[in-house]
């Protein structure tokens, strides 16, 4: 069988690099607990990359890891904003989770990432009987993510699957 006569022609106008993070300029109100009441806080959002959103102060190294954190865990039909601030749990602030909080409206899901934690931050986890240095904001995240994505597994198993894909890639969860 032999074809003849095509040509491929392609739009170099579709092709979008994968590390490309976009700007926009959206605002959003967040439900945000202080002194013991939910306030609403209106929050910019100043870098959006699939159906992440993202505050002004994340580094791009972390919209980057959440992005394709989102893509591999199936996270594609709701907005999620990720933005940073004061955590707290059981009216405590803490410095290495990462809160989720379902928006009104059908708006999505808010994350906020503390403040206090920063990037270049690492922590020794055990896996397999060896240990590996990961980012504490990455794990703290990708627990998160996982959470929300399979909330009918328990939190150990969260923290354990982070711990393996962190160390040894997201083939070693599958």
């Known amino acids: 069988m032999h074809i003849t006569g095509i040509t491929f022609v392609m739009n170099t106008n579709n092709i979008i690099n994968i590390n ?3 700007k926009t ?15 609403k806080v209106v929050k910019p959002l100043k870098r959006i990359k699939g159906n992440c959103y993202f505050t ?7 919209i980057n890891f959440i992005y394709r954190s989102v893509k591999k865990l199936g996270l594609n039909n709701t907005k999620l904003i990720f933005s940073r601030g004061s955590v707290r749990i059981n009216d405590r602030i803490v410095h290495n989770a ?18 206090k934690l920063r990037y270049n931050t690492f922590v020794t986890i055990e ?22 994505a399979h ?7 969260h923290i354990e699957n982070a711990h393996k894909v962190l160390a040894l890639g997201w083939k070693s969860i599958v």
Not at 25 to 39: D, L, N, S
Not at 98 to 115: A, E, K, N, R, Y
Request: charged share 30%; proline share 7%; with cysteine.
């Open 151 to 157: 909330p009918s597994q328990p939190r150990k198993k």
């Open 127 to 148: 896996v397999d009987d060896k240990d590996y240095t990961v980012r504490l904001m990455e794990l703290a995240i990708l627990i998160a993510l996982m959470a929300f």
């Open 56 to 62: 002004c102060n994340m580094p791009h190294d972390v």
């Open 25 to 39: 300029e959206r605002y959003i109100v967040v439900p945000r607990r202080i002194k013991g009441k939910v306030t």
């Open 98 to 115: 990462v809160s989720s909080t379902v928006l009104d409206w059908d708006l999505g899901i808010s994350f906020i990432i503390p403040l």
């Open 20 to 22: 490309r993070i976009d």
